[in-house]
């Protein structure tokens, strides 16, 4: 398959665990199933999110950092950043995420510089009859335990066929041969202060030549 790799298997009943005792945490944020109509059939715990900027679109944001909930979910946090270590990366954006009975997220893609120079993987916890993926015309049926890498800059989606949450790991790792990439332009007070020290332009000595 082009657009989908099984990576291994995972003993996940540590994760649910977990879960289970932060059921609060499914509606801190909300803002992506309310902001983002293919996820309107979702609940999002953010465990690592976009650094906040105003002048920047959240696609072409490259700075992480943990959120408060994070620290509630000790065993979760290790697995994702022993898992990006592992294939010679860090961890970047990184969330648990529920997927309503029956529900669907609908047809999309992940665009912008922040996925460009990711990878996305995804962790099946709960998932009773199976979870259903297509990336690029490509189907798979993960099944509980299972992690996989999937190309999430093709058009995707997934669907719940069972009566119950299906419940997913999902998170970026940012290849170290990529970190250099994984900048952003500074802020405009950033700008703006340092033209202020600024030495004037130079211009060299030396005349250009132009071709006749």
Not at 105 to 120: M, N
Not at 143 to 149: A, F, I, S, Y
Request: charged share 25%.
């Amino acid at each position: 398959m082009e657009y989908f790799k099984h990576l291994q298997n995972v003993d996940v009943v540590p994760f649910l665990e977990e879960i289970e005792q932060n059921e609060d945490a499914w509606l801190e944020n909300t803002s992506r199933q309310e902001k983002v109509s293919a996820q309107k059939e979702t609940q999002t715990i953010v465990l690592r999110n976009a650094v906040t900027r105003d002048d920047i679109s959240i696609n072409e944001n490259q700075e992480c950092a943990w959120t408060h909930l994070a620290k509630r979910f000790p065993v979760a946090t290790k697995f994702m950043e022993e898992v990006a270590h592992s294939m010679d990366a860090t961890l970047s954006r990184a969330t648990i995420v529920r997927l309503q009975p029956k529900g669907n997220v609908y047809l999309h893609t992940d665009h912008g510089s922040y996925y460009f120079i990711r990878k996305r993987l995804h962790l099946v916890l709960q998932s009773l009859k199976g979870s259903m993926l297509m990336s690029g015309g490509e189907k798979v049926l993960m099944r509980e335990g299972e992690l996989w890498w999937f190309d999430n800059k093709q058009h995707h989606q997934a669907i719940n066929n069972s009566d119950d949450w299906r419940i997913h790991f999902i998170f970026d790792i940012l290849p170290n041969e990529n970190a250099r990439l994984a900048k952003n332009p500074l802020k405009f007070e950033k700008v703006a202060e340092h033209l202020a020290k600024a030495e004037p332009f130079h211009t060299s000595s030396v005349p250009i030549k132009v071709d006749d």
